[in-house]
């Protein structure tokens, strides 16, 4: 079996969270996607791991959400992440194209950027990691609909096995999977690392277009 060679910048990475594991908001990163009128639109996202055998980063999220009508479309799906590690003090900023899986989305360049993995295992294995409650969400209404307590959890007439039982009680198997449950796949292209723990403080560029190589330049 042949060994993975990953880009210096994805074992620093690694190495970050390592050091970092003791703090809870270490796996959070802030992510901008642009909207259709051209603007910047950032929010927080949970780091749910690297795609197997690959710097590909995951995280999950809502096929209703903003951010997913943003990275839609051919011109429209590319990302920026900032990671700040408070513990190392040292900050990721991470960019590059956006893959989205999800039962209720068809997009034929995904089976590429998954590799050996399927988009039903992928999809799977992510459910299956997250708490009932935050499985609930996902049959719960839309994302930015007007809060309506009665309506919370109207849901749709596929999902009716959920209605009116308690996160605990609802069945969260493998066929449950949510239509409305979509895993984020940032696949990086460029990467900006800054330490400013150490003496003097570091600044490294790296470009997939330059073989992930390292270039040390001034903060
Ligand atoms: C600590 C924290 C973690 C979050 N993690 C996620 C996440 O993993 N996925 C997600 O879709 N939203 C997550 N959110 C909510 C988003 O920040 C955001 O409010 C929501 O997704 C709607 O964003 P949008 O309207 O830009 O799509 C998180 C919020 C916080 C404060």
């Known amino acids: 079996m042949t060994e993975i060679v990953y880009p210096p910048w994805r074992q620093r990475l690694a190495r970050s969270l390592h050091i970092n594991r003791r703090q809870v908001h270490a796996k959070y990163y802030q992510v901008a996607s642009v909207c259709p009128a051209g603007r910047p639109k950032n929010r927080t996202m949970v780091f749910r791991g690297f795609l197997a055998n690959s710097q590909s980063l995951l995280s999950v999220t809502d096929i209703r959400s ?49 590799g050996q993995q ?7 294995q992510q459910w299956s990691n997250l708490s009932a409650n935050a499985r609930q969400a996902f049959y719960s209404s839309s994302p930015k609909a007007p809060f309506d307590e009665n309506t919370t959890l109207a849901i749709s007439a ?47 560029l790296y470009d997939i277009q330059d073989d992930w190589k390292e270039r040390w330049v001034n903060p």
Do not use: M
């Not at 399927?118 to 799977?124: A, F, G, I, N, V």
């Not at 979509?182 to 690392?193: E, G, M, S």
């Open 158 to 204: 596929k999902e009716q096995p959920t209605l009116g039982k308690k996160p605990e009680e609802i069945d969260i198997g493998s066929s449950q999977i949510s239509d409305n449950f979509c895993v984020v796949i940032f696949i990086p292209d460029t990467v900006d690392y800054l330490n400013l723990k150490s003496k003097p403080q570091e600044r490294c």
């Open 118 to 124: 399927t988009k039903q295992s992928l999809l799977k």
């Open 66 to 114: 903003e951010k997913v009508a943003h990275w839609q479309g051919k011109h429209k799906s590319h990302f920026e992440i900032c990671w700040y590690f408070s513990g190392s003090r040292e900050q990721y900023r991470l960019s590059g194209e956006v893959a989205l899986l999800s039962h209720s989305l068809d997009l034929s360049y995904t089976q590429s950027v998954l």
